[in-house]
Protein backbone atom coordinates (compact mmCIF):
# COMPACT_ATOMS: atom_id res chain seq x y z
CA UNK A 1 0.00 0.00 0.00
CA UNK A 2 0.99 3.10 -0.87
CA UNK A 3 1.63 6.46 1.90
CA UNK A 4 1.28 9.76 1.01
CA UNK A 5 3.49 11.66 2.74
CA UNK A 6 2.56 15.51 2.15
CA UNK A 7 5.42 18.51 2.66
CA UNK A 8 5.13 22.31 1.77
CA UNK A 9 7.85 23.53 -0.48
CA UNK A 10 9.90 25.52 1.74
CA UNK A 11 10.50 22.45 4.13
CA UNK A 12 12.30 23.01 7.27
CA UNK A 13 14.73 20.42 8.50
CA UNK A 14 12.97 19.81 11.42
CA UNK A 15 9.72 19.12 9.71
CA UNK A 16 11.66 17.14 7.39
CA UNK A 17 13.38 15.12 10.08
CA UNK A 18 9.71 14.82 11.97
CA UNK A 19 8.17 12.93 8.65
CA UNK A 20 11.06 10.97 8.25
CA UNK A 21 11.23 9.28 11.42
CA UNK A 22 7.68 8.69 11.17
CA UNK A 23 8.36 6.85 8.45
CA UNK A 24 10.83 5.01 9.13
CA UNK A 25 8.97 4.04 12.62
CA UNK A 26 6.63 2.60 10.48
CA UNK A 27 9.11 0.64 8.41
CA UNK A 28 7.73 2.20 4.98
CA UNK A 29 10.57 1.49 2.38
CA UNK A 30 11.15 4.16 0.29
CA UNK A 31 9.58 2.50 -2.80
CA UNK A 32 6.02 2.70 -0.55
CA UNK A 33 6.06 6.46 -0.37
CA UNK A 34 4.67 9.28 -1.95
CA UNK A 35 6.04 12.40 -1.01
CA UNK A 36 3.60 15.19 -2.63
CA UNK A 37 4.58 19.27 -2.15
CA UNK A 38 2.86 21.80 -1.65
CA UNK A 39 -0.53 21.09 -0.05
CA UNK A 40 -1.62 23.18 2.84
CA UNK A 41 -2.54 20.98 5.94
CA UNK A 42 -0.57 18.67 8.14
CA UNK A 43 2.39 17.60 7.22
CA UNK A 44 1.70 13.57 6.94
CA UNK A 45 -1.24 11.82 6.97
CA UNK A 46 -0.76 8.71 8.35
CA UNK A 47 -2.94 6.04 10.10
CA UNK A 48 -1.30 3.79 12.94
CA UNK A 49 0.88 6.51 13.82
CA UNK A 50 3.57 5.27 16.35
CA UNK A 51 6.44 7.17 18.27
CA UNK A 52 9.68 8.14 16.34
CA UNK A 53 12.59 6.90 17.22
CA UNK A 54 16.02 9.10 16.91
CA UNK A 55 18.27 8.16 14.27
CA UNK A 56 21.76 8.79 14.88
CA UNK A 57 22.86 10.01 10.49
CA UNK A 58 26.47 10.87 9.54
CA UNK A 59 27.72 14.14 9.79
CA UNK A 60 28.00 14.18 5.50
CA UNK A 61 24.32 13.55 5.49
CA UNK A 62 23.42 16.46 7.39
CA UNK A 63 25.34 18.87 5.80
CA UNK A 64 23.60 17.33 2.32
CA UNK A 65 20.08 17.70 4.16
CA UNK A 66 20.59 21.50 4.12
CA UNK A 67 21.28 21.79 0.92
CA UNK A 68 18.93 19.57 -1.28
CA UNK A 69 15.78 20.64 0.86
CA UNK A 70 16.87 24.42 -0.66
CA UNK A 71 16.61 22.88 -4.62
CA UNK A 72 13.35 22.80 -6.58
CA UNK A 73 13.58 19.42 -7.60
CA UNK A 74 10.28 16.82 -7.21
CA UNK A 75 12.41 14.07 -6.63
CA UNK A 76 14.56 15.74 -3.43
CA UNK A 77 12.16 14.46 -0.43
CA UNK A 78 12.44 10.95 -1.92
CA UNK A 79 16.19 11.40 -2.38
CA UNK A 80 16.53 12.08 1.01
CA UNK A 81 14.49 9.13 2.19
CA UNK A 82 15.91 6.64 0.14
CA UNK A 83 19.68 7.71 1.45
CA UNK A 84 18.46 7.95 5.05
CA UNK A 85 16.28 4.37 5.17
CA UNK A 86 19.73 2.70 3.50
CA UNK A 87 21.73 4.36 6.23
CA UNK A 88 19.33 3.58 8.99
CA UNK A 89 19.46 -0.41 7.57
CA UNK A 90 22.93 -0.63 8.06
CA UNK A 91 24.50 0.65 5.06
CA UNK A 92 26.31 3.77 7.03
CA UNK A 93 28.86 4.14 4.43
CA UNK A 94 26.55 4.98 1.84
CA UNK A 95 27.85 8.25 1.37
CA UNK A 96 31.37 7.46 1.04
CA UNK A 97 29.92 5.81 -2.45
CA UNK A 98 30.31 8.43 -4.91
CA UNK A 99 29.46 6.30 -7.32
CA UNK A 100 26.32 5.17 -6.32
CA UNK A 101 23.32 6.48 -8.14
CA UNK A 102 21.92 8.47 -5.17
CA UNK A 103 24.99 9.33 -3.39
CA UNK A 104 26.01 11.06 -7.15
CA UNK A 105 22.52 12.94 -7.32
CA UNK A 106 22.50 14.05 -3.95
CA UNK A 107 26.22 15.71 -4.33
CA UNK A 108 24.69 17.38 -7.76
CA UNK A 109 21.50 18.72 -5.85
CA UNK A 110 23.58 19.93 -3.12
CA UNK A 111 26.50 21.35 -5.22
CA UNK A 112 24.19 23.87 -7.52
CA UNK A 113 22.20 24.68 -4.41
CA UNK A 114 26.13 26.13 -2.86
CA UNK A 115 26.72 27.49 -6.17
CA UNK A 116 23.49 29.42 -5.96
CA UNK A 117 24.03 30.42 -2.59
CA UNK A 118 27.46 31.93 -3.65
CA UNK A 119 26.30 33.74 -6.31
CA UNK A 120 23.99 35.36 -3.75
CA UNK A 121 26.54 36.10 -1.61
CA UNK A 122 28.45 37.81 -4.38
CA UNK A 123 25.98 39.62 -6.68
CA UNK A 124 23.17 41.09 -3.80
CA UNK A 125 23.31 44.68 -4.60
CA UNK A 126 21.51 46.98 -1.60
CA UNK A 127 20.27 50.27 -2.52
CA UNK A 128 19.17 52.93 0.86
CA UNK A 129 15.75 53.57 0.76
CA UNK A 130 14.21 56.18 4.01
CA UNK A 131 10.76 54.08 5.15
CA UNK A 132 9.09 54.86 8.38
CA UNK A 133 11.50 57.15 8.63
CA UNK A 134 14.23 54.67 9.03
CA UNK A 135 16.90 54.20 6.34
CA UNK A 136 16.67 50.66 4.91
CA UNK A 137 18.55 48.91 2.68
CA UNK A 138 16.85 47.09 0.24
CA UNK A 139 18.00 44.38 -2.63
CA UNK A 140 16.18 42.29 -4.98
CA UNK A 141 18.16 38.58 -6.16
CA UNK A 142 16.68 36.06 -8.53
CA UNK A 143 18.14 32.74 -7.16
CA UNK A 144 17.55 29.60 -8.98
CA UNK A 145 16.99 27.57 -5.57
CA UNK A 146 15.07 28.84 -2.09
CA UNK A 147 18.94 29.33 -0.64
CA UNK A 148 17.47 32.31 1.59
CA UNK A 149 18.48 30.30 4.55
CA UNK A 150 21.59 29.18 3.37
CA UNK A 151 23.10 32.72 2.91
CA UNK A 152 21.45 34.61 6.32
CA UNK A 153 24.64 34.02 8.01
CA UNK A 154 26.83 35.81 5.81
CA UNK A 155 24.61 38.78 5.35
CA UNK A 156 23.92 38.92 9.31
CA UNK A 157 28.12 38.64 10.11
CA UNK A 158 28.63 41.31 7.14
CA UNK A 159 25.72 43.63 7.57
CA UNK A 160 25.19 43.76 11.22
CA UNK A 161 25.18 47.42 11.79
CA UNK A 162 22.52 48.22 9.53
CA UNK A 163 18.87 46.90 8.60
CA UNK A 164 18.52 45.22 5.57
CA UNK A 165 15.99 43.25 3.43
CA UNK A 166 16.26 41.18 0.48
CA UNK A 167 13.52 39.98 -1.32
CA UNK A 168 13.78 36.80 -3.70
CA UNK A 169 10.78 34.96 -5.66
CA UNK A 170 10.95 32.15 -2.79
CA UNK A 171 10.85 34.38 -0.41
CA UNK A 172 12.16 37.70 1.73
CA UNK A 173 14.54 37.80 4.40
CA UNK A 174 14.89 40.69 7.04
CA UNK A 175 17.51 41.92 9.84
CA UNK A 176 16.13 44.79 11.21
CA UNK A 177 16.98 45.87 15.30
CA UNK A 178 19.32 42.71 15.53
CA UNK A 179 16.71 40.39 14.50
CA UNK A 180 16.46 37.77 11.48
CA UNK A 181 13.10 37.47 9.85
CA UNK A 182 11.11 35.78 7.18
CA UNK A 183 8.49 36.48 5.20
CA UNK A 184 6.39 35.78 1.53
CA UNK A 185 8.40 36.39 -2.03
CA UNK A 186 8.70 40.10 -2.76
CA UNK A 187 8.17 41.23 -6.72
CA UNK A 188 10.74 42.64 -8.49
CA UNK A 189 11.21 46.81 -7.97
CA UNK A 190 10.51 48.93 -10.68
CA UNK A 191 12.16 51.87 -9.43
CA UNK A 192 16.23 52.06 -10.53
CA UNK A 193 19.04 51.19 -7.51
CA UNK A 194 20.76 53.73 -5.77
CA UNK A 195 22.95 55.99 -8.36
CA UNK A 196 25.55 56.46 -5.77
CA UNK A 197 26.49 53.14 -5.05
CA UNK A 198 25.66 51.91 -8.53
CA UNK A 199 28.34 54.28 -9.63
CA UNK A 200 30.67 52.55 -6.41
CA UNK A 201 30.18 49.54 -8.19
CA UNK A 202 30.66 49.97 -11.90
CA UNK A 203 34.02 51.95 -10.81
CA UNK A 204 35.34 49.26 -8.81
CA UNK A 205 34.34 46.72 -11.83
CA UNK A 206 35.93 49.00 -14.51
CA UNK A 207 39.30 49.84 -12.35
CA UNK A 208 39.99 45.98 -11.43
CA UNK A 209 39.05 44.52 -14.74
CA UNK A 210 41.66 42.76 -16.27
CA UNK A 211 41.32 42.48 -20.17
CA UNK A 212 44.28 39.63 -20.49
CA UNK A 213 42.34 37.50 -18.38
CA UNK A 214 38.96 37.92 -20.20
CA UNK A 215 36.93 34.76 -21.03
CA UNK A 216 33.57 35.54 -22.19
CA UNK A 217 32.12 32.24 -21.91
CA UNK A 218 33.81 31.52 -18.20
CA UNK A 219 32.51 35.34 -17.19
CA UNK A 220 28.75 34.22 -18.46
CA UNK A 221 28.97 30.93 -17.13
CA UNK A 222 30.05 32.25 -13.16
CA UNK A 223 27.24 35.72 -13.81
CA UNK A 224 23.86 34.00 -15.40
CA UNK A 225 22.03 36.32 -17.32
CA UNK A 226 19.11 36.28 -15.14
CA UNK A 227 21.40 38.15 -12.68
CA UNK A 228 22.08 41.28 -15.25
CA UNK A 229 19.14 43.69 -14.64
CA UNK A 230 20.11 43.90 -10.76
CA UNK A 231 23.83 44.32 -11.26
CA UNK A 232 24.93 47.63 -12.28
CA UNK A 233 28.38 46.67 -13.98
CA UNK A 234 26.96 44.60 -16.15
CA UNK A 235 26.06 47.45 -18.40
CA UNK A 236 29.96 48.27 -18.78
CA UNK A 237 30.71 44.55 -20.21
CA UNK A 238 29.94 45.18 -24.00
CA UNK A 239 32.28 48.49 -23.79
CA UNK A 240 34.58 46.44 -21.75
CA UNK A 241 34.93 43.27 -23.97
CA UNK A 242 35.18 45.16 -27.22
CA UNK A 243 38.13 47.13 -25.58
CA UNK A 244 39.62 44.32 -23.91
CA UNK A 245 42.02 43.31 -26.91
CA UNK A 246 43.80 47.18 -27.75
CA UNK A 247 43.68 47.41 -23.76
CA UNK A 248 45.86 44.26 -23.94
CA UNK A 249 48.29 45.41 -26.18
CA UNK A 250 48.67 48.72 -24.39
CA UNK A 251 49.38 46.66 -21.15
CA UNK A 252 52.24 44.53 -23.15
CA UNK A 253 53.57 47.10 -25.06
CA UNK A 254 53.70 49.62 -21.45
CA UNK A 255 57.41 49.66 -19.95
CA UNK A 256 57.59 47.55 -17.02
CA UNK A 257 57.13 49.50 -13.33
CA UNK A 258 59.68 50.56 -11.59
CA UNK A 259 60.67 47.34 -9.39
CA UNK A 260 60.24 48.34 -5.16
CA UNK A 261 63.30 49.48 -3.39
CA UNK A 262 63.50 46.57 -0.92
CA UNK A 263 64.05 44.70 -4.74
CA UNK A 264 67.83 45.77 -4.47
CA UNK A 265 68.23 44.62 -1.00
CA UNK A 266 66.55 41.46 -1.90
CA UNK A 267 68.89 40.35 -4.41
CA UNK A 268 71.60 40.90 -2.43
CA UNK A 269 70.35 38.70 0.65
CA UNK A 270 73.25 36.51 1.64
CA UNK A 271 73.21 32.82 0.64
CA UNK A 272 73.62 30.21 3.43
CA UNK A 273 77.26 29.74 4.14
CA UNK A 274 79.46 28.04 7.14
CA UNK A 275 80.53 31.14 9.39
CA UNK A 276 83.84 32.03 10.04
CA UNK A 277 85.45 31.58 13.77
CA UNK A 278 84.96 34.03 15.72
CA UNK A 279 83.36 35.75 18.79
CA UNK A 280 80.31 33.75 20.14
CA UNK A 281 77.56 36.49 18.76
CA UNK A 282 79.05 36.93 15.24
CA UNK A 283 78.42 33.43 14.88
CA UNK A 284 75.53 33.43 15.55
CA UNK A 285 74.72 36.37 13.86
CA UNK A 286 76.03 34.69 10.75
CA UNK A 287 73.85 31.83 11.30
CA UNK A 288 70.97 33.30 11.83
CA UNK A 289 70.97 34.61 8.40
CA UNK A 290 70.34 31.66 6.36
CA UNK A 291 67.41 30.69 9.05
CA UNK A 292 64.57 28.98 7.39
CA UNK A 293 62.62 27.66 10.67
CA UNK A 294 59.59 29.38 9.46
CA UNK A 295 58.07 30.57 6.06
CA UNK A 296 58.61 34.33 7.05
CA UNK A 297 62.11 34.00 5.48
CA UNK A 298 61.09 33.68 1.95
CA UNK A 299 59.64 37.15 1.49
CA UNK A 300 61.28 38.68 3.83
CA UNK A 301 64.64 40.81 2.35
CA UNK A 302 66.91 39.23 5.13
CA UNK A 303 67.41 38.80 8.81
CA UNK A 304 67.59 41.40 11.32
CA UNK A 305 68.86 40.37 14.50
CA UNK A 306 70.01 42.04 17.34
CA UNK A 307 72.73 44.68 18.25
CA UNK A 308 74.32 45.41 21.13
CA UNK A 309 77.19 44.10 23.58
CA UNK A 310 77.91 40.87 24.39
CA UNK A 311 77.84 41.84 28.14
CA UNK A 312 74.94 44.32 27.84
CA UNK A 313 72.93 44.02 31.45
CA UNK A 314 69.52 45.11 29.84
CA UNK A 315 67.66 43.48 26.47
CA UNK A 316 65.28 44.97 25.08
CA UNK A 317 62.94 42.92 23.09
CA UNK A 318 60.61 43.78 20.30
CA UNK A 319 57.69 42.37 18.06
CA UNK A 320 59.62 42.11 14.44
CA UNK A 321 61.16 44.44 12.35
CA UNK A 322 58.69 46.77 10.19
CA UNK A 323 59.76 47.82 6.96
CA UNK A 324 62.65 50.28 7.38
CA UNK A 325 64.34 47.89 9.72
CA UNK A 326 63.89 45.25 6.83
CA UNK A 327 66.21 47.48 4.77
CA UNK A 328 68.61 47.99 7.06
CA UNK A 329 69.30 44.84 8.61
CA UNK A 330 68.93 46.78 12.34
CA UNK A 331 66.07 46.51 14.95
CA UNK A 332 64.51 49.54 15.70
CA UNK A 333 65.88 52.13 12.98
CA UNK A 334 62.22 53.16 11.71
CA UNK A 335 59.48 55.86 13.27
CA UNK A 336 58.94 53.37 16.22
CA UNK A 337 62.65 52.92 16.78
CA UNK A 338 62.77 57.10 16.78
CA UNK A 339 60.40 56.94 19.53
CA UNK A 340 62.11 54.40 21.21
CA UNK A 341 65.53 56.35 21.22
CA UNK A 342 63.56 59.24 22.83
CA UNK A 343 62.64 57.94 25.72
CA UNK A 344 65.68 56.19 26.19
CA UNK A 345 67.37 59.44 26.37
CA UNK A 346 64.75 60.94 28.76
CA UNK A 347 65.29 58.33 31.15
CA UNK A 348 69.18 58.52 30.85
CA UNK A 349 69.35 55.02 28.88
CA UNK A 350 72.45 55.21 26.73
CA UNK A 351 71.13 52.82 23.77
CA UNK A 352 74.56 51.77 22.82
CA UNK A 353 74.93 49.97 26.30
CA UNK A 354 71.79 47.75 26.14
CA UNK A 355 70.91 44.72 23.68
CA UNK A 356 68.07 45.43 21.60
CA UNK A 357 66.22 42.73 19.89
CA UNK A 358 62.94 41.05 18.38
CA UNK A 359 61.01 38.08 18.93
CA UNK A 360 60.64 37.43 15.25
CA UNK A 361 63.64 38.46 12.96
CA UNK A 362 61.77 38.98 9.24
CA UNK A 363 59.69 41.47 8.41
CA UNK A 364 56.21 39.86 8.24
CA UNK A 365 54.12 42.08 5.73
CA UNK A 366 51.36 42.47 3.18
CA UNK A 367 51.76 43.69 -0.29
CA UNK A 368 49.85 47.02 -0.90
CA UNK A 369 50.76 48.10 -4.31
CA UNK A 370 54.44 49.30 -3.86
CA UNK A 371 53.78 49.21 -0.04
CA UNK A 372 54.43 46.75 2.39
CA UNK A 373 51.83 46.61 5.26
CA UNK A 374 52.86 45.38 8.63
CA UNK A 375 50.83 41.80 9.69
CA UNK A 376 51.02 40.53 13.04
CA UNK A 377 53.40 37.38 13.84
CA UNK A 378 51.67 34.09 14.52
CA UNK A 379 52.12 32.68 17.58
CA UNK A 380 53.93 29.15 15.50
CA UNK A 381 56.13 31.60 14.11
CA UNK A 382 56.99 33.43 17.22
CA UNK A 383 57.95 29.73 18.77
CA UNK A 384 60.11 28.60 15.86
CA UNK A 385 62.21 31.99 16.47
CA UNK A 386 62.53 31.57 19.73
CA UNK A 387 65.37 29.00 18.56
CA UNK A 388 67.43 32.32 18.25
CA UNK A 389 65.67 34.27 20.69
CA UNK A 390 66.58 31.80 23.58
CA UNK A 391 70.43 31.77 22.40
CA UNK A 392 70.42 35.47 22.58
CA UNK A 393 69.74 35.43 26.13
CA UNK A 394 72.20 32.43 26.46
CA UNK A 395 75.10 34.66 25.30
CA UNK A 396 73.89 37.75 26.28
CA UNK A 397 72.70 36.51 30.07
CA UNK A 398 71.18 40.00 30.71
CA UNK A 399 70.38 41.20 34.37
CA UNK A 400 66.52 42.43 33.10
CA UNK A 401 64.86 41.47 30.04
CA UNK A 402 62.14 44.69 28.61
CA UNK A 403 59.47 42.49 26.76
CA UNK A 404 58.05 45.76 24.28
CA UNK A 405 54.53 44.37 23.57
CA UNK A 406 52.71 41.04 23.80
CA UNK A 407 54.22 39.39 20.97
CA UNK A 408 57.42 39.81 22.54
CA UNK A 409 56.31 38.34 25.75
CA UNK A 410 55.41 35.66 24.28
CA UNK A 411 58.60 34.88 22.80
CA UNK A 412 60.32 35.51 26.00
CA UNK A 413 58.07 33.79 28.14
CA UNK A 414 56.41 31.62 25.86
CA UNK A 415 52.68 31.83 27.12
CA UNK A 416 50.42 34.64 25.92
CA UNK A 417 50.60 37.91 28.53
CA UNK A 418 47.76 40.65 29.13
CA UNK A 419 50.47 43.90 28.75
CA UNK A 420 47.93 45.99 30.65
CA UNK A 421 47.52 43.80 33.82
CA UNK A 422 51.50 42.52 33.66
CA UNK A 423 53.00 46.19 32.94
CA UNK A 424 55.04 48.32 35.13
CA UNK A 425 56.72 45.83 37.34
CA UNK A 426 59.36 42.88 37.82
CA UNK A 427 58.28 39.25 36.88
CA UNK A 428 60.86 36.80 37.60
CA UNK A 429 60.40 33.71 35.64
CA UNK A 430 62.93 31.05 36.56
CA UNK A 431 66.13 32.60 36.04
CA UNK A 432 65.18 35.29 34.27
CA UNK A 433 63.71 38.98 35.10
CA UNK A 434 61.00 40.40 32.80
CA UNK A 435 59.14 43.82 32.90
CA UNK A 436 56.51 43.96 30.17
CA UNK A 437 55.27 46.97 28.56
CA UNK A 438 53.85 48.55 25.77
CA UNK A 439 55.54 48.90 22.17
CA UNK A 440 56.57 52.16 20.91
CA UNK A 441 54.52 51.45 17.56
CA UNK A 442 51.43 51.66 19.89
CA UNK A 443 52.05 54.91 20.40
CA UNK A 444 52.36 55.85 17.14
CA UNK A 445 49.45 54.48 16.09
CA UNK A 446 47.20 56.63 18.37
CA UNK A 447 44.67 58.93 16.96
CA UNK A 448 43.86 60.99 20.10
CA UNK A 449 46.91 63.50 20.29
CA UNK A 450 46.07 63.44 24.15
CA UNK A 451 45.83 59.78 24.39
CA UNK A 452 48.91 59.80 22.87
CA UNK A 453 50.62 61.60 25.63
CA UNK A 454 49.57 60.11 28.38
CA UNK A 455 50.51 56.67 27.13
CA UNK A 456 54.21 58.24 26.08
CA UNK A 457 54.70 58.96 29.77
CA UNK A 458 53.29 55.93 30.88
CA UNK A 459 55.60 54.16 28.84
CA UNK A 460 58.42 57.03 30.18
CA UNK A 461 57.97 55.65 33.48
CA UNK A 462 58.02 52.02 32.87
CA UNK A 463 61.73 53.07 31.23
CA UNK A 464 62.30 54.84 34.54
CA UNK A 465 61.94 51.88 36.46
CA UNK A 466 64.35 49.66 34.33
CA UNK A 467 67.21 52.31 35.13
CA UNK A 468 66.21 52.95 38.88
CA UNK A 469 66.32 48.65 38.88
CA UNK A 470 69.80 48.84 37.24
CA UNK A 471 71.36 50.97 39.54
CA UNK A 472 70.03 49.20 42.58
CA UNK A 473 71.01 45.87 41.50
CA UNK A 474 74.43 47.70 40.51
Known sequence: MMQTVYLPGDCSQEQFREVARQCLAQELCPDRVLFVEGKTGSLFEMTNSVEAPRITVPRLY????????????????????????RIAHGERQVLERF?????????????????????????????????DDRTLFVAWFEPQFRVLSLSAPFFIDRFTNMDWLIATPHGTMAWRDGELSFGPPGPRPREDGDPVLDELWTTYYRVTFNPARLRVKAMVAQMPKRHWPTLPETAQMPDLVRMAKPLAEAMAARPPDT?????????????????????????????AEACTLCPLHGPATQTVFGEGPANAEIMFVGEQPGDQEDLAGRPFVGPAGQVFNRALAEVGIDRSSVYVTNAVKHFKFEPRGKRRLHSKPAAAEVHACRFWLDRELALIQPKLIVALGATAALGVMGRAVAVTKERGRILEIGSLRVLVTVHPSYLLRLPDPERAKLEYEAFVQDLRLVSSWCQKAA
Do not use: N
Open 62 to 85: QELLSKILCHTAEDRFALLYRLLW
Open 99 to 131: SDPDVRQAMLYARAVQRDAYRMRAFVRFSEKEI
Open 259 to 287: PPKFADSLARRPQPSRPEPGEPLEILRSQ
